[in-house]
């Protein structure tokens, strides 16, 4: 596997920067995009803390296959009680710690991207150990991601703390992502079910998922994991997702 691909952070190779925002602009739907928090920080990741953003690259082309984005985090309090607003809680902590001089002990996983065709070839787990072996070479307390179940947006009417608790008949997580966390020793802590606020006019949800919201009321979206609630009085559309803690402690 690792003779196959090449990992290398950006603090390593600035070059790839283009590349691997190539593969995560492919990766997630738009108005993943558009989240507020991730509007004010991520172009700021590769700046701030280029050793923790990844890039795995076919070792004989130099392309890249698949991208992973973290931070690191300051925080002093039991893993169990890692807060609700996940994603956007440790996007905007991570810039606020390094702005107040907190010293780190977390990194925190904020997405895995694998480049349409190169998915179920394992480079999943080959990201989740290249990140593990970040927190540990930083040594870390742990490594947590406010984990975005990949199937979830096919269920988008489940409750998230059920979905998560889904089974296969052989006892892994019915859901392909939380597999991989599973097969890595990854522990799922407690669902966050306000990890990211998308905000919109209706014509700018209209536009960002080819679709029509004639009435206010809750929409189901294609790669949306829970509806999308649309209040045409106030012109306004509101997608609050969940996700859910997954944990590393010592990793
Ligand atoms: C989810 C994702 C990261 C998994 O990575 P991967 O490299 O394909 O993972 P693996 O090869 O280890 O496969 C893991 C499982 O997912 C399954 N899988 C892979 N691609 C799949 C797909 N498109 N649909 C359904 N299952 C899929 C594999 O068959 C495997 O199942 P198994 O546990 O029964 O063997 C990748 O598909 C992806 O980039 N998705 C889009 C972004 C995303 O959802 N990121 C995760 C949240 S941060």
């Known amino acids: 596997m690792t003779e196959r691909y090449a990992v290398t952070t950006i603090e390593e190779n600035p070059a790839l920067a283009t590349e691997v925002a190539e593969v995560v602009r ?3 739907p738009t108005f993943m995009r558009l ?5 004010k920080y991520w172009s700021e990741l590769d700046h701030a803390f280029p050793e923790l953003q990844i890039a795995v690259t076919d ?14 985090l300051s925080w002093n309090a039991p893993l169990a009680d890692l807060p609700e ?7 905007a902590k991570a810039f606020g710690d390094l702005e107040d001089g907190l010293p780190p002990n977390l990194v925190c996983g904020l997405e895995v991207s694998i480049a349409q065709g190169c998915r179920g070839k394992g480079l999943g787990a080959l990201v989740m150990q290249t990140m593990k072996s970040a927190a540990k070479n930083r040594r870390a307390a742990g490594l947590v ?21 889904w089974r296969n008949a052989d006892g892994l997580p019915f859901d392909p992502w939380l597999r991989v966390h599973a097969r890595q020793n990854g522990s799922i802590a407690h669902v966050c079910d306000h990890a990211m606020r998308i905000e919109g006019t209706v014509a700018q949800w209209e536009e ?11 929409y189901v979206v294609p790669d949306a994991l829970v ?9 306004r559309g509101v997608y609050v997702e969940p996700g859910v803690w997954v944990i590393y402690p010592s990793p």
């Open 26 to 28: 492919s990766a997630w």
């Open 59 to 72: 070792a004989q082309s130099g392309e890249v296959v698949a991208s992973a984005h973290a931070v690191p």
């Open 35 to 39: 989240d507020a928090i991730a509007g």
């Open 85 to 91: 607003n996940g994603w956007d809680w440790a996007l």
């Open 145 to 165: 991601v406010p984990a975005r179940p990949s199937l979830k947006s096919r269920y988008p009417l489940a409750a998230m703390a059920s979905y998560v608790r």
């Open 208 to 218: 960002w998922t080819a679709m029509r919201f004639p009435e206010s009321g809750d």
């Open 227 to 235: 509806p999308v609630t649309i209040d045409c009085d106030s012109d």
